[in-house]
């Protein structure tokens, strides 16, 4: 079965770190143009990073030089490493792949996401 799996999620406190995991099955992670996205209790779906097939990396103006995402294709898994966090990065985290060259797709596949709570 074709399936995405987000891990990683959890209570941190302002200031703190996470690193989320996106476990891919079924399919490689490496033809794919890979992307986080975010959503917030109340808001819109917001991309937070995209990794290109042609290997352009972009990331949401609101995480820049904090987070950074990358991949192990052994583990056919993406990771998004997460600093200094704020309350304003709550949010359940997804991950999604799809087989167009650009960002942001709208993802042939998504994982169920994990909840990202930053709280003191």
């Known amino acids: 079965q074709v399936q995405l799996v987000e891990s990683g999620g959890g209570l941190v406190q302002p200031g703190g770190s996470l690193r989320l995991s996106c476990a891919a099955s079924g399919f490689s992670l490496d033809s794919h143009t890979i992307c986080w996205f975010r959503q917030a209790p109340g808001k819109e779906r917001e991309g937070v990073s995209c990794i290109s097939r042609l290997d352009y990396r972009l990331y949401t103006d609101s995480v820049k030089g904090r987070c950074a995402t990358s991949t192990d294709n052994a583990k056919n898994t993406v990771y998004l490493q997460m600093n200094s966090l704020k309350p304003e990065d709550t949010a359940v985290y997804y991950c999604?792949?799809?087989?167009?060259?650009?960002?942001?797709?709208?993802?042939?596949?998504w994982g169920q996401g994990t909840q990202v709570i930053v709280s003191s």
């Open positions: 999604a792949a799809d087989l167009s060259r650009y960002c942001w797709p709208k993802g042939d596949y």
